[in-house]
């Protein structure tokens, strides 16, 4: 117990505190960091944050899917979150006849609210620090076996806290494994599609606006959850009912001014600003060009196909929105984090780490082992990439690849019948999202940058030999006719050949698939050289991370110091503010329904607007959304907020506990936050909530929604 309580020492101190940095845990609120929360302007008590014996607002924050964070803002369990949360079960519910994507959509009664089919929400019920049961299983663990007997005794702790409950439980490992907490959630499967503006709205600006700031987006979306007859969780059924919350947020249109508190909780996804100036290097100089070269290519083909026909741009919408949206952040990574000097910031981190480090047996060796583990791994990195990014970045190069499983169940003498039927039924997934003129582009493309980009000693043994049938392997058009006939000739795409061999599995058959023997090749090659290579590295910088850091606490005791996220409830403070990225530039903290209209552009892919929405501006019919000082519709405001992904769809929330935004992006200026934060530049970009209440009643008319939140003017 003493161990336990020194971390949460360390965790609580704030001597060095900077500006609005730190994802709290809002279950281990230290007084000082509550005193500086009071101190910007929070009016409520700790117990009204978070309580495990009342209810508290922690009961209206909810995980929304696999990655999203969302809120309850009524007595009727209604949710909102971010229009790029919801963004595939609406185009789930979406048509060419009923294109809510395109078109926006809003239920007017309970029972036009739209199944999400496969979609949940978990509200998480408690914390517990489990860190003595955890060590005490991974006692004399070495670092390559260590992460599977933390899987075991992370399984036996769940059983036994979770049995008999209906609750479900993760694990998490804090300041990279020297803390371990069990968080519990409660997860519900009835979840409906209640409303979403149309596209124009909530991606407004696309591509060209995602990470930038002045922004003008009307990220929202707006869901509900449902229960069984006896308000617990349920399985979609026509008569389920609405949840009745044990706390909902309030929803404040007073409106924001420079400097008001500003709190955001949420579900921060990953962050690893302990990482070393080794992690550091091998992002810049391999990682994130790989992966920004290799998207770029699948991003420009799926485009020119999605520009083509409405069809294919609600097919690849939510694909492409996923794979554009990190494209475009770690190329900015990159590059603030080599303009800020992060890379030396942390060597010199590091220099007084080894200092301290000399004479301590447990510590000493710590950087002369990150040292040798990089030296050995960094040669490999590159075709790790290049296999994920790039040949399994085709969406039929992923789908055959898959087909791995059902071969091993052939050979091994496994269970045949169900592989295959799982196969048949991935097939039929993949089909129906697949756009074979983008896809044989991005298969031709990557299959020759990575014959150009890797050395030739790490590609898999005679397949490019067996390419020259086709031209010369210098030349593009060898690559665009290989994949064309590897296109034409497999049989994941003709019906006969598919049934023929899945009604009777043969592993030779599968194996002189074209599309197959293409995606195994490269797996293959990949498994049997340099997994085991990365799987080594991997465990050995997990344990040297968490020696460094436990060394760190050591050196630095009075250091403040907050867990990495990892998709655990957290909670961060700060301001709304303004700021100035550059020399002679200065941005303001909101953005108005004027500057939308100065964006808008007819008919163009990512600056249009939906009918009704222009003259609404025009007339400046706001209702009771208009910004008092501005005479105007605020769209959006930044705050100082320290969040990350996962933190989309987080409740903004001021100082007296009610909704006045939802976070949905940062500032490119700050894209290097996920490994160091920057207390000058750091914005959280929010939709104001005025503007989605204005988007939700006066542009889409549907006012019952409106009555259904508890509003403070």
């Given at each position: ?13 704030v ?7 730190g ?21 409520l ?16 924050i ?48 309970r029972a ?15 914390v ?9 299983a ?18 036996e ?9 209906g609750y ?7 300041f990279?494994?020297n ?7 409660e ?26 700031w ?20 349920a399985a ?9 919350p ?11 001014k ?16 302990y ?35 409405p ?36 060597q ?11 004479g ?20 490999y ?14 969406p ?5 690849s898959?087909?791995g ?5 052939i050979l091994?003498k ?15 997934n ?8 983008s896809?044989?582009k991005?298969?031709?493309t ?12 790490q ?6 030999e ?7 392997l ?7 006719t ?16 598919w ?10 058959v ?59 409830m ?13 020399d002679?530039v ?12 100065e ?15 222009v ?11 208009a ?16 969040i ?9 929330i ?31 970009i ?27 003017k």
């Amino acid at each position: 117990m003493k161990k336990n309580l020194f971390l949460l020492l360390l965790l609580l101190s704030v001597k060095l505190v900077r500006a609005d940095e730190g994802m709290w845990m809002p279950y281990l609120l230290g007084q000082q960091v509550y005193a500086d929360m009071v101190k910007k302007g929070l009016k409520l008590s700790k117990e009204q944050l978070y309580s495990i014996n009342k209810s508290s607002m922690k009961d209206a924050i909810i995980i929304f899917g696999g990655g999203c964070t969302g809120e309850i803002v009524s007595n009727q369990g209604l949710i909102f979150t971010n229009h790029h949360c919801g963004y595939g079960a609406i185009a789930a519910a979406s048509s060419m006849e009923h294109n809510y994507l395109k078109d926006g959509f809003y239920a007017q009664s309970r029972a036009q609210e739209i199944p999400a089919k496969g979609l949940s929400v978990q509200f998480l019920v408690r914390v517990e620090d489990v860190t003595e049961k955890v060590e005490a299983a991974l006692k004399d663990a070495t670092a390559t076996d260590r992460n599977a007997k933390l899987q075991a005794a992370s399984a036996e702790i769940i059983s036994a806290a979770t049995a008999g409950t209906g609750y479900e439980a993760r694990i998490n490992a804090m300041f990279k494994g020297n803390q371990y907490l069990m968080f519990v959630y409660e997860r519900y499967k009835d979840i409906r599609l209640v409303g979403t503006p149309p596209e124009s709205v909530g991606k407004f600006g696309g591509d060209t606006d995602n990470w930038e700031w002045p922004r003008h987006t009307g990220d929202f979306s707006v869901f509900r959850v449902y229960t069984g007859q006896d308000g617990k969780p349920a399985a979609y059924a026509a008569g389920n009912i609405p949840l009745k919350p044990k706390y909902f947020l309030p929803v404040s249109i007073k409106g924001v001014k420079e400097n008001d508190y500003a709190m955001i909780f949420g579900y921060p996804g990953g962050t690893n600003r302990y990482e070393t100036s080794l992690g550091v290097k091998l992002k810049i100089d391999v990682e994130n060009p790989s992966l920004v070269n290799l998207r770029d290519i699948r991003l420009k083909y799926m485009f020119e196909e999605m520009k083509k026909d409405p069809a294919v741009k609600l097919q690849l919408a939510p694909s492409y929105a996923g794979i554009a949206n990190y494209w475009k952040f770690f190329d900015g990574e990159s590059k603030q984090l080599l303009k800020y000097h992060v890379y030396e910031d942390k060597q010199q981190q590091e220099a007084a780490f080894k200092k301290w480090a000399a004479g301590k047996p447990e510590f000493e060796n710590v950087f002369p082992q990150y040292e040798k583990i990089y030296k050995a791994w960094s040669p490999y990195a590159k075709v790790r990439m290049y296999l994920m990014e790039g040949v399994l970045g085709s969406p039929l190069a992923a789908f055959a690849s898959s087909l791995g499983a059902l071969e091993n169940a052939i050979l091994k003498k496994g269970d045949v019948k169900a592989a295959a039927a799982a196969a048949d039924a991935a097939r039929a997934n993949f089909l129906k999202d697949e756009n074979k003129p983008s896809d044989q582009k991005i298969m031709a493309t990557t299959a020759m940058m990575y014959y150009t980009d890797i050395p030739k000693d790490q590609h898999p043994v005679a397949f490019y030999e067996g390419l020259k049938s086709y031209g010369d392997l210098q030349d593009e058009k060898t690559y665009r006719t290989w994949a064309a006939a590897v296109f034409a000739n497999t049989m994941i795409f003709n019906d006969a050949k598919w049934q023929a061999f899945i009604s009777n599995p043969d592993a030779t058959v599968l194996q002189d698939d074209p599309a197959y023997a293409y995606s195994s090749a490269f797996v293959k090659n990949y498994v049997g050289k340099y997994l085991p290579l990365y799987t080594q590295f991997t465990a050995e910088n997990n344990e040297l991370g968490r020696l460094y850091l436990k060394g760190e606490m050591q050196r630095s005791p009075s250091q403040f110091r907050y867990p990495d996220a990892n998709f655990t409830m957290r909670l961060s403070y700060g301001q709304v503010k303004s700021y100035s990225p550059r020399d002679a530039v200065a941005y303001d903290y909101v953005t108005t329904a004027t500057g939308v209209l100065e964006k808008y552009v007819p008919g163009d892919y990512e600056f249009d607007l939906p009918p009704g929405y222009v003259d609404l501006i025009k007339k400046k019919d706001f209702g009771q959304y208009a910004d008092a000082k501005r005479k105007d519709l605020v769209v959006g405001f930044i705050t100082s907020n320290d969040i990350t992904g996962g933190n989309s769809g987080s409740p903004v929330i001021n100082g007296n506990g009610e909704l006045i935004g939802l976070a949905f992006d940062g500032n490119y200026e700050a894209l290097s936050h996920k490994l160091q934060f920057d207390k000058n530049l750091n914005r959280t970009i929010c939709v104001d909530v005025r503007y989605v209440l204005w988007c939700i009643d006066k542009l889409g008319g549907a006012k019952h929604i409106i009555n259904e939140l508890k509003i403070v003017k």
